[in-house]
């Protein structure tokens, strides 16, 4: 009821009592029956008064049901999830949407009586109210036409549910429930919009074969459009580029079923820079199959074919599009069949071998159905497939010849050091010159079971942590090191074991796994790839200059960029731009320290959205590296501390991100969100001691780590920077409105 009065034309007008569920006398007649002491504490009079309860006006509700001593303001305001909480959020959400003051509304009509479904709207706002009238579970068909191609997003949770299309809107409601969705145009995440591509509107005409787009006259027409087609493509790296040339330098048919497709390698080159490779799995649909492709997945159309004076249609011809064969189940299915077959596709230069891991005995048999393919949303620098909830491929998009190190050190994890929190690797595709090292084409993992990756994990947990802090009613934490080395020589906080705990438990799992993850990639001495190695002065000098060059880069985009920052932001900028001798200095200590530690393979990119949470434990994913570095710098041996770094840098980000993603869902108040920063602080002061210190003890059982704790807190500090000044990098050029995030970690790192 409360959550109908609130999306009714008007102003809402709640007596007080009414927003924690406070009884009233009915047996005082008349309007007496709610002029009854509001109910503050479960003292004496419930905290209403201090005198002779036969003194009250009006005396204080004592029925079981509303009684003061359970039913109080100081009881419900801490528990985040009493009746009281739940109304504040109500009252903020309804005050952010101003369609519920002022806006029209429109009655839906239902053919289920029990539902109540209507339009709130004002200007381009638009709220769509469903409520469920009866005691019992209802469903209704809601017509919302009139919406279609819009998405209804749940406003508590800001859960986005699927387009509204033509059909009607089929919705399930719990007894006496209600939804607020506000209607906002449906999006694709992660997914680049279709380009009205000139690549789309040139037809290229070929006779017989539509492979024959690869020949010719019309391979050079292809070639165009794919310099209209790739800056578009998520995993293309040139975005910033001005590309003067694509070339297609190799091409590989591939048959499936009753279609086939071709793997194409495209040379771009750019106006400046040094040129790039990429796989390209290109295939051809005519008719009904390519009009279900345009409408399923625009990004994929690469151009329009026409092929003519086919055989046994001499005078026919197919007018087509040809398109990234990615998006094909049945071209996934055959590459995934062509592993456990050990294929080989011949192409004009060299082959494409499909081989199976060593270990890979539970590939799917000769007459087994291969598992249903599904494309992942989140498309990044690779292409990723999930068959069932048995395999995953990853199609890597960048063509570098060299083994890709998400091959090489899950093969070494999964076969030599056995491994078991990383996805067993049960396969790989690699093209093979007749010269020259082979390049790593894809990946077969088997399915890791998980519940989400540990980013995900991490904000949910920070969303209670929150909830507690406010319910608890401490105004500021207790004061507590920034330096996670100190907090982690000593006992962690009782508040903080009150406030934050499980996930302190969850932090010193994540420790232990990535420490157990070191030890396995320097478990092997015997092998060059893998042997631990020492620091030199060459490798410290080079480390320093990589350095140096990373942070210039940084300070000159933030000198370019600084003024159009928020206005809350840009004193933070400033104060960092004053710190770049400060900066500097740090990174020369690498060459002013004989270091101790050991350099072995490491993850590379290593944080909290690699990390998938199976429920009771991790698994360790993605060991691709960074894909904007080449294929020998993700090879390259470093500091286990620089994961390290990584992580610790991940959990600060998690906790900045969660006020600024989470204000809308989590917090009554989006105002309330700048008051909980001293206790985002706090959380990742205690989060990261907790992580570093079950890291550094399992990690001493090798012979990587410094030997003295001076060494140690060197190489820390100067991971540390290294990652904040890479992120504040990126955020300047990618999302302006995330850049405090990595300036507040520089600026923490120069505190007094």
């Known amino acids: 009821m409360n959550g109908l009065l609130f999306s009714l034309p008007g102003t809402p007008v709640i007596y007080y009592g009414d927003e924690l569920g406070m009884g009233d006398n009915i047996y005082l007649g008349d309007r007496n029956g709610v002029r009854t ?61 101003k369609a519920f003051g002022g806006g029209s509304i429109e009655f839906l009509a239902p053919e289920n009586g029990k539902v109540l479904a209507f339009i709130r709207g004002l200007g381009e706002e638009r709220i769509l109210v469903v409520a469920n009238l009866s005691r019992f579970v209802q469903y209704a068909e809601l017509d919302l036409s009139a919406c279609k191609g819009m998405a209804p997003v749940e406003m508590f949770g800001n859960i986005e549910f699927p387009p509204i299309g033509e059909l009607p809107y089929f919705l399930t409601l719990g007894p006496h ?8 145009p449906a999006r694709e995440p992660q997914v680049q919009p279709a380009r009205p591509a000139e690549s789309q509107a040139r037809t290229i005409a070929v006779r017989e074969q539509w492979p024959r787009v690869f020949d010719g006259a019309a391979r050079a027409l292809l070639e165009g459009a794919l310099a209209l087609h790739l800056p578009d493509r998520r995993w293309f790296g040139g975005k910033a580029k001005k590309i003067r040339r694509v070339e297609i330098f190799e091409t590989i048919p591939v048959e499936f ?11 771009v080159e750019y106006r400046e820079g040094e040129a790039e490779r990429y796989v390209l799995p290109a295939a051809f649909a005519s008719g009904g199959k390519a009009l279900q492709v345009r409408e399923a997945h625009p990004q994929a159309v690469i151009c329009a074919v026409q092929v003519s004076g086919r055989s046994g249609a001499a005078k026919g011809a197919a007018d087509g599009i040809l398109y990234d064969a990615s998006v094909e189940k049945a071209f996934l299915s055959e590459l995934l069949d062509a592993v456990r077959r050990r294929r080989l596709f011949k192409g004009t ?24 393919p599904a494309l992942m949303r989140a498309e990044q620098s690779n ?32 076969e030599k050091a056995k491994f078991p929190n990383v996805p067993a690797l049960a396969g790989f595709l690699e093209y093979q010159k007749s010269r020259g090292e082979p390049a790593t084409i894809g990946v077969l993992d088997r399915f890791a079971p998980n519940q989400g990756d540990a980013w995900k994990y991490t904000l949910d947990a920070l969303g209670r942590y929150y ?33 934050i705990n499980p996930y302190l438990e969850t932090a010193r799992l994540l420790g232990l796994r990535t420490a157990q993850l070191h030890l396995a990639l320097a478990s092997d001495a015997e092998d060059p ?60 200590s690498i060459l002013d320290h004989k270091i101790t530690a050991l350099r072995i393979r490491c993850h590379g990119d290593y944080h909290l959205g690699q990390v998938l949470f199976t429920g009771k434990d991790f698994m360790i994913i993605d060991f691709e590296g960074e894909p904007a570095r080449n294929l020998n710098e993700r090879r390259a041996k470093r500091c286990p501390l620089r994961d390290a770094a990584g992580m610790l840098r991940s959990f600060h980000y ?14 009554p108040n989006p105002d309330e969100a700048a008051a909980l920063a001293p206790w985002a602080s706090f959380w990742t002061a205690w989060v990261s001691s907790a992580f570093l210190r079950s890291y550094l003890d399992e990690a001493a059982k090798g012979r990587f780590l410094p030997k003295s704790r001076e060494e140690l807190k060197m190489l820390l500090d100067v991971y540390l920077l290294e990652k904040a000044v890479y992120e504040l990098d990126y955020e300047l050029n990618n999302r302006p409105d995330w850049v405090r995030i990595p300036l507040e970690g520089i600026l923490r790192m120069f505190r007094p």
Not at 558 to 586: C, F, T
């Open 467 to 499: 909830e507690r802090v406010l319910s608890s009613g401490k105004e500021a934490p207790p004061a507590v090191s920034l330096d996670p080395l100190d907090l982690a020589r000593g006992e962690i906080d009782p508040e903080a074991q009150k406030l």
């Open 257 to 267: 079923g009753a279609g086939s497709a071709v793997m194409a390698f495209v040379r």
């Open 383 to 414: 292409t990723s497939v999930v068959f069932g909830e048995e395999f995953v491929f990853k199609l890597f998009r960048r063509f570098e010849e060299g083994v890709n190190p998400d091959l090489e050190i899950g093969r070494f994890l999964t």
């Open 37 to 97: 002491p509001m109910q503050w504490t479960g003292d004496r009079n419930a905290g209403f008064s201090s005198c002779n309860p036969q003194k009250l006006y009006s005396p204080v509700v004592i029925d079981p049901e509303y009684h003061y001593e359970t039913v109080n303001v100081e009881a419900h305001l801490s528990n985040v999830h009493s009746l009281q909480w739940w109304m504040k959020r109500l009252i903020s959400l309804r005050k952010r949407s």
């Open 177 to 184: 429930s209600f939804y607020w969705f506000s209607l906002a």
């Open 654 to 667: 998690a906790s900045s991100a969660s006020l600024i993603l989470g204000a809308s869902e989590t917090l």
């Open 529 to 588: 790839a893998f042997a631990p190695e020492p620091f030199t002065p060459f490798y410290q000098r080079s480390l320093y200059q990589s350095l140096r060059n990373l942070s210039s880069g940084m300070f000159r985009t933030l000198a370019r960029r600084h003024k159009n920052l928020p206005e809350s932001v840009q004193p933070k900028a400033r104060a960092v731009m004053n710190l770049e001798s400060d900066i500097l200095k740090k990174f020369q």
């Open 349 to 372: 230069q060299g082959v494409l071998k499909a081989l199976p891991g060593r270990l890979a005995r539970d590939l799917p048999g000769p007459k087994a159905a291969p598992p249903e």
